[in-house]
């Protein structure tokens, strides 16, 4: 039972890097005053290169200090992807912070907080790690929200996500205290899972799983817990509602793969349907998708548009969740990793949305942006025409890598579903594509940053030839899934 | 039961606790109300010290009176409520804080009599047995799980303070310019020769 300690520590080198990272890059703000933003953050960038290479480089596997961390292919994937989009969020930030006045040492020293939460959360084998790394990722997200404190908008998405993130804390304590007691005392994942295979399902266990995929349900921002979503996106300064909408979603969404895989899993189904976790899934997995898909509609500011789209695409998500096979975890990681790499490039953009006058984020001051910079307009209407899901990019093998592990497992009517829906979220994306290359132009963007030229340079490369680029992500993202089951 | 010398502090304690108990909800002056509440929390330490339980007793000083009670004092004090105002309202809601009271105080009943009037007798409602003689404290019993099996949760939750730490700084520090500071090194450097300078002064004339 006890492993080496050495071994232990090896297992979680990534982890203890950010640690031991954040300590050092705070001391070194602390000692070298105001002026040290340029000098940390290129440093936090450093530290989270160093402990994705580490990732890449040491493929290890095991569990460490007892069940709390579980170190396998998918938790690799996992983080690999979200540290390397929180590091490119922390390059696309530069220039918003300083323009934005919010150009403080402590915000990459915040950024590599919530890494580092999110990394353990992704590796959770029990519940206790489980909620440890969840608190400290959401933490450090609450206070970047309203990092921007003088502007009121940032402030309010600050204080709503605090607030609405303790309720879902809280729901999320109350279901695990309550499968702690039904299950008799067990926290960690597969104790919990071989409990729940009995046949017929205590209530009391139902109740407890219900309470935690409500909790979980909130950070992926799935319908009916997505209500602070559209506010913290638009309130909260850009580059930090990209990182909301890249890291912190793969990394939440890892947490709700992994539990209802490894844990609820194995649940026998209530009243001779579906599991009870299914039946969830299905459910906020519908409700997304069309929720964002008509809510997105009535949407004129691009950052809020933004947040509906994920809404509807975390629905996408959840369909392939819903699979519960191994083909249905590989969609999940591919749509995931296709999405985020899309969501950089549109925050790039949006980034990008300076005049003379300041930044702007209404839809309508895109018009006619074909004629004054038509670099910015092609890569938008690619990532528009990708997230709509039109072949050959992109956005499409991610729909049907989700749609066809839905009818694989018999969910033909959630496959169908999600295609109406996304016809229907078709029509905001081809109306930004029609704003830039149909209206008359209003005004002129400033010249876009090196930075920010780069990542809508790489994005596009990746959202246009995905089709050549897919066979060789296939294999690695079903070598992730397989170690899940 | 307690017996002897045990016997008589319980009883010293209990009866100053239910005294200053009441006085919390007594006292005029709602400093006073406050302080009465800080006997109430040493007294019930000595309580869980009478019990075996130390380090519940230090915690409930250290967390209770060192942080809680002294943060209700410093509101108690720098902000201006009108307790007099408050105290006005005390007519309309004392028959809820009355039923509050009576439920809390049925649910108390009830938990005693299932433990002590359970057909199978008192031992039977206690699944864990109680421990006899404690080979050692209980704040190194505590101690020896949290640093060796819980360590890395710990080390976790110390991280997760950590942040609220920074959090708080960020948030709420404002480098205001313009504000006068005491500075140390400039009044050590002060001598007679840079702090005084004597001027001739004419009589007759200011200066």
């Known amino acids: 039972m006890h492993m080496d300690i050495m071994a232990q520590f090896m297992l ?339 980034l990008a949305m300076n005049t003379e006058s300041g930044p702007v984020e209404k839809i309508d001051d895109l018009a006619g942006l074909s004629r004054t910079n038509p670099f910015m307009a092609g890569a938008m209407s690619l990532f528009m025409f990708s997230l709509a899901g039109i072949p050959p990019l992109s956005g499409f093998f991610g729909k049907w890598y989700v749609f066809s592990a839905a009818v694989q497992a018999h969910f033909v009517v959630l496959a169908v579903a999600g295609m109406i829906a996304a016809v229907i979220a078709a029509f905001y994306y081809l109306r930004i594509v029609k704003i830039m290359w149909v209206d008359e132009p209003k005004g002129r963007f400033l010249a876009m940053p090196k930075e920010l030229q780069l990542v809508l340079w790489l994005s596009g490369l990746f959202t246009l030839f995905y089709f050549l680029a897919g066979i060789w992500f296939l294999p690695w993202a079903e070598t992730a899934a397989k170690s899940l089951f | 039961m307690i017996t002897g010398f045990a016997a008589v502090f319980f009883y010293l304690f209990a009866v100053i606790m239910i005294v200053a108990a009441i006085m919390v909800i007594a006292a005029r002056n709602p400093v006073h109300s406050v302080l009465f509440l800080i006997l109430v929390f040493f007294n019930a330490s000595g309580l869980f010290l009478l019990g075996g339980a130390e380090f519940l007793a230090m915690i409930l000083l250290m967390v209770y009176v060192g942080a809680v009670a002294v943060l209700f004092l410093f509101v108690v004090m720098m902000l201006d409520v009108d307790f007099a105002e408050l105290k006005r309202g005390m007519g309309r809601y004392a028959p809820i804080g009355g039923l509050v009271g009576l439920i809390v105080l049925a649910e108390l009943i009830f938990v005693f009599m299932s433990v002590h009037f359970s057909p199978a007798g008192p031992d039977a409602a206690v699944t864990q047995p109680v421990p006899a003689a404690l080979p050692r404290s209980n704040t190194q019993a505590l101690g020896d ?31 205001r310019s313009g504000v006068k500071r005491q500075s140390v090194g400039e009044q050590v450097k002060r001598n007679p020769q840079t702090a005084i300078e004597v001027k001739k002064v004419e009589s007759g004339k200011g200066i």
């Open chain 1, 12 to 350: 979680i080198l990534p982890e203890l890097l950010l640690a031991a990272g954040i300590v050092v890059l705070m001391l070194i703000g602390a000692f070298s005053g105001e002026r040290s933003y340029t000098v940390i953050t290129v440093l936090a960038i450093g530290v989270m290169i160093a402990a994705v290479i580490m990732l890449i480089t040491l493929p290890l596997q095991g569990t460490a200090f007892g069940t709390a961390l579980i170190c396998d292919a998918f938790g690799r994937f996992m983080k690999i992807m979200a540290l390397t989009a929180a590091f490119i969020v922390l390059i696309m930030s530069v220039g918003a912070a300083r323009a934005g006045k919010f150009d403080k040492f402590e915000f990459p020293v915040l950024v590599l907080l919530s890494c580092l939460g999110m990394l353990l959360m992704i590796s959770a084998g029990n519940m206790l790690s489980l909620y440890l790394g969840l608190e400290l990722h959401s933490l450090a997200l609450y206070v970047m929200a309203a990092l921007d404190r003088d502007n009121a908008r940032s402030a309010e998405a600050g204080l709503k996500y605090f607030i609405l993130g303790s309720l879902a804390s809280g729901l999320l304590l109350y279901g695990i205290s309550l499968l702690y007691g039904y299950s008799g005392g067990h926290i960690d994942f597969t104790g919990l899972s071989q409990v729940l295979r009995k046949d017929p399902p205590q209530l009391g266990l139902i109740f407890g799983l219900v309470f935690v995929l409500a909790g979980l349900a909130f950070k992926i921002s799935a319908v009916p817990f997505h209500m602070w979503t559209p506010d913290v996106y638009e309130g909260a300064p850009t580059p930090i509602s990209a990182f909301f909408a890249t890291a912190a979603k793969i990394a939440a969404v890892a947490v709700i793969v992994r539990l209802v895989i490894m844990c609820f899993g194995a649940a026998a189904p209530v009243a001779g349907s579906m599991p009870a976790w299914q039946q969830i899934i299905v459910f906020i997995a519908l409700a997304s998708m069309f929720l964002g898909a008509f809510a997105g509609i009535a949407q004129r500011n691009i950052k809020r548009l933004m947040a509906y789209s994920s809404i509807t695409h975390i629905g996408y998500i959840l369909v392939g969740l819903a699979a519960g096979t191994i083909i249905g975890v590989t969609s999940v990681l591919l749509y995931l990793l296709i999405y985020a790499v899309i969501m950089l490039g549109c925050f790039a953009f949006i």
């Open chain 2, 145 to 175: 799980i949290l640093y060796t099996d819980y360590v890395f949760y710990f080390e976790l939750a110390g991280f997760i303070l950590l942040t609220a730490m920074i959090g708080a700084i960020v948030l709420a520090l404002h480098h």
